[in-house]
């Protein structure tokens, strides 16, 4: 078994329902106190307006490069606290004259604006709670109507003429301020422009698309594209070169490497004949005149081309310069210098085309000399006709000396190109931080320019940028008469009823936390960890019944007396549980033990129904008083204690081969039920506690467990004395008695853990007194169909009433006068307090009076 829990989860809403008279009395007096404030307390009237706060369009960032000026737009919350400020509401009090009326009656301004500053009742909020909106509601709260209207309308007044001066004073400001700004910006454009007139004297840059740039940078680009034109055909004829050279080593056919000459050369590719009559048909014109001719340059030469292309353009620029500028000007000084450059090179290139034609002439002449001696020969008669082959090789050489002067011609333009390139790189080089420098001005310029344009632009817009902080203040609803806002009756009797039922919760809360009862049969199953096998309910027997059925049982065996009636469904509902318990000991719960947490729990009364009603279902069912200090089970049944329990158990044969089953006839006593027999408890011991422990009270219950079918064991509580502690361990089940009532939760506690310690199998819980007015509030949800359950107000009268208050006295349960003797109170003179037994001392009970 599972630890117990002290206290389980506090039940809100049964505390709430058990304590419900008590919520509608705290409702009904807060509801009452709320209206009796309410009559205490005086009028109070509010006024209110709303006023917008509106921002001209022009109220923007003014477009000025080199300063910031941004125009004020202030959220609601500075707004506010501008209106609530001593300054705003010090004007408030002289426009209004508000030391004249009742609430400022004999103050001062400055007293005035520290009182409105303060006081919550000046309200300043902004409509809907919404701070990005441009509305704020002004209201004021006092006594007389008319006041909070005066006041309100003097607070919006002071807040205009606060934005208008506001106003006027940053205008003034403004006019200044951009007067000043334009006088600097003039200034300094003025000054950039005269020293960038003096750089343009000193430096050679020329304006090109708006941007000075160097001339050397023009000249080198333009050197730069025909040096990559010439390495291009330089490559291309050096490739050719390579070809025809690796022919002619390879000694491939003449005519092809012809053909590859040709088309080196651009020459056109005719066939032999025609080239032949070509070259015979004018008799007059030698041989390698001829070729001479063929082999010329291809087009005009690079000298003319870069005096058309490049030479010309600048001399017509340099023309259209004149007729705008003085031959002083520096563009046009600059100009002329990239021309004298281009002049140079022009030289340079025509004297390298000069002689290469001389040299390229040279070894003409020596082959046009050959081919004169070999025609004289031929004229003469001393050679035979001319060698085809011969003829085409002396072609081939002729046009091989024209492709190494081409190639050397390309070379020394390479060079002569190179060296100007360079030479212009450098130059460009030397002139970059002029191009830095007069990108800078040329920016700085420009920038102060547009400035400056600028701020000209808003200064001829006065009017416009007079209004860069005109907010101003627009009356949406002006303030009226002041309304009655408090006292609220609605307001005060439901803060009241509020209160009420929040004190009497507290309250209620307070009482349900120091209750130690139960409420439910769910919280005695969680608190306990046992099952709940059955609720019995208070009720008084119906002493008619009992009157017309003439017999002695005591009238609270109601299952005998009213066996139809719902008092007697309770126990067999307990019959049934028992009959159906899964928590059985080898199978089977035949020996069963009752007992209690404390005495004046009905656990004799319950386990005296409980027999009836298991003998009337047929079982043979013996009933055990083993209460030896105060029984009571004889008083039910109106029989004799000589001989009982006490007595069988003492006279039990020590020899355990002795049964002694002939001595249970003597004890064991049958009733008027059918089925049911009764052993009392005889005579009192003096040693109850040793007599329950010994081994001859286990034969004694082997022995009866042979002859009945049920045996149910009426012990005393276990927080009073030992006695049903030396049980629990003998018996096959174990049932708890509870009763409840205000203080019975820590008791039952103990009880459980007792038997938890003891290792006793315990079937379950039984709920007694359900109904009663101790056990007001327990099992409401469970039981509101069953109004029998409710109606027994007669917890006294009831169950277990032979014991009353003798057991203790008090909600602490004192269980010292549970071992006194009955006989010791009443020779004490009836004073309530009964000696303590002395030791040794004996005393019987027969038909419930000592003897």
């Known amino acids: 078994m599972n630890m117990h829990q002290e206290m389980p989860s506090f039940d809100y809403v049964g505390m709430l329902w058990r304590r419900k008279w008590l919520l509608l009395f705290g409702a009904l007096l807060g509801v009452g106190i709320g209206y009796l404030w309410y009559t205490k307390q005086p009028p109070v009237y509010q006024s209110s307006a709303e006023v917008q706060i509106i921002a001209p369009n022009a109220a923007k960032n003014m477009p000025i490069e080199g300063f910031e000026y941004q125009a004020a737009s202030n959220p609601l919350a500075d707004e506010i606290r501008v209106i609530r400020s001593e300054l705003v509401l ?20 400055e007293q005035i604006a520290s009182i409105l500053s303060s006081s919550g009742s000046l309200n300043l909020s902004p409509v809907n709670g919404n701070l990005g909106g441009n509305v704020i509601t002004v209201a004021f709260s006092c006594n007389d109507p008319n006041e909070s209207r005066r006041i309100v309308q003097s607070v919006v007044d002071a807040y205009s003429k606060y934005l208008q001066s506001l106003h006027r004073n940053v205008g003034e400001e403004t006019l200044s301020f951009i007067d000043e700004a334009r006088g600097d910006v003039l200034q300094r454009l003025q000054e950039l422009e005269r020293e960038y007139d003096k750089f343009k004297q000193t430096t050679l840059l020329v304006n090109r698309g708006g941007t000075r740039t160097s001339v050397h940078r023009e000249n080198a680009d333009q050197l730069l594209a025909e040096k990559q034109k010439l390495s291009m055909e330089r490559t291309t004829m050096f490739g050719q070169h390579q070809a025809i050279s690796q022919a002619l080593e390879a000694k491939q056919d003449p005519a092809a490497i012809l053909a590859m000459l040709k088309q080196a050369l651009g020459e056109s590719l005719l066939p032999k004949d025609e080239t032949l009559a070509a070259d015979e048909g004018d008799a007059n014109d030698p041989i390698a005149t001829k070729l001479t001719s063929k082999l010329s ?34 563009a046009v000084a600059s100009l002329r210098i990239k021309i004298a450059g281009i002049e140079q090179l022009i030289a340079e290139v025509e004297a390298s085309e000069k002689r290469l034609e001389l040299e390229m002439q040279k070894e003409l002449d020596q082959l046009q000399a050959e081919v004169d001696k070999a025609a004289e020969l031929r004229a003469a008669g001393e050679t035979g006709p001319e060698d085809p082959m011969l003829t085409m090789q002396r072609q081939i050489n002729i046009r091989l000396v024209a492709l190494d002067q081409g190639l050397k011609s390309l070379d020394q333009q390479l060079a002569v190109i190179s060296d100007a390139y360079n030479n212009e790189r450098e130059q460009a080089r030397i002139e970059e931080g002029a191009e830095v420098r007069a990108a800078g001005f ?78 439910s049969p769910d919280e005695i199953a969680e608190h306990l960890r046992m099952p709940v096998i059955g609720h019995i309910p208070a009720v008084r027997p119906d002493m008619e019944k009992v009157k017309a059925m003439k017999s002695q049982l005591d009238p609270s065996l109601c299952t005998y007396f009213q066996p139809r009636s719902t008092f007697c469904e309770a126990y067999r509902a307990i019959r049934t549980a028992l009959y159906f318990s899964s928590q059985k000991r080898d199978g089977v719960n035949k020996v069963i033990q009752v007992t209690s947490a404390v005495p004046s729990d009905g656990k004799s009364t319950i386990t005296a129904n409980l027999a009836v009603t298991t003998a009337q279902a047929g079982k043979n069912v013996l009933l055990i008083d083993c209460d030896f200090r105060r029984p009571r089970v004889h008083q039910l049944f109106k029989l004799e204690s000589k001989r009982g329990v006490a007595w069988l158990v003492q006279n039990m044969p020590d020899d355990p081969r002795q049964s002694g089953a002939e001595m249970i006839g003597e004890a064991v006593q049958e009733t008027e039920i059918p089925n049911l027999c009764v052993m009392p408890c005889g005579e009192r011991p003096a040693n109850p506690a040793e007599l329950l422990s010994s081994p001859k009270f286990d034969r004694m219950l082997t022995l009866l467990k042979e002859k009945f079918d049920l045996i149910l064991i009426d012990s005393p509580p276990l927080l009073a004395v030992t006695d049903p502690s030396n049980i629990a361990g003998r018996v096959d089940g174990v049932i708890l008695v509870i009763r409840i009532r205000k203080v019975i939760r820590p008791m039952a506690v103990r009880a459980s853990r007792m038997l938890e310690t003891l290792g006793a199998n315990v079937l379950g819980v039984v709920v007694n007194g359900v109904g009663s007015r101790e056990a007001y509030g327990y099992g409401s949800k469970y039981y509101r169909s069953r109004t029998n359950y409710y109606g027994g107000d007669y917890y006294r009268s009831g169950y277990g009433y032979s014991y009353g208050n003798s057991y203790g006295t008090g909600d602490q349960y004192e269980y010292g006068n549970y071992y006194e003797d009955p006989a010791d109170s009443a020779a004490a003179g009836g004073k309530g307090k009964v000696a303590a037994k002395q030791p040794g001392s004996e005393a019987t009970a027969t038909g419930g009076k000592s003897v």
């Open 90 to 109: 010090r004007d408030a009090a002289q426009m209004g004259d508000l030391s004249k009326t009742k609430t400022f009656s004999g103050m001062s301004n």
């Open 297 to 330: 340059p291809r087009g005009q030469k690079r000298s003319e081309m870069m005096r058309q292309d490049q030479l010309f353009p600048l001399q017509l620029k340099e023309q259209e310069l004149l007729s705008a500028f003085a031959p002083s000007h520096p």
């Open 442 to 519: 040329e920016r700085d310029i420009s920038r102060q320019r547009e400035l400056y344009e600028r701020i000209v632009a808003r200064f001829d817009e006065l009017n416009i940028i007079t209004d860069i902080d005109g907010r101003r203040v627009s009356e949406l609803n002006s303030p009226k008469q002041g309304w009655q806002i408090a006292p609220s009756m609605s307001r005060n009797l439901s803060m009241g009823c509020f209160l009420g039922l929040l004190g009497a919760a507290g309250i209620g809360y307070l009482l349900e936390w120091s209750d130690k009862s139960y409420h």
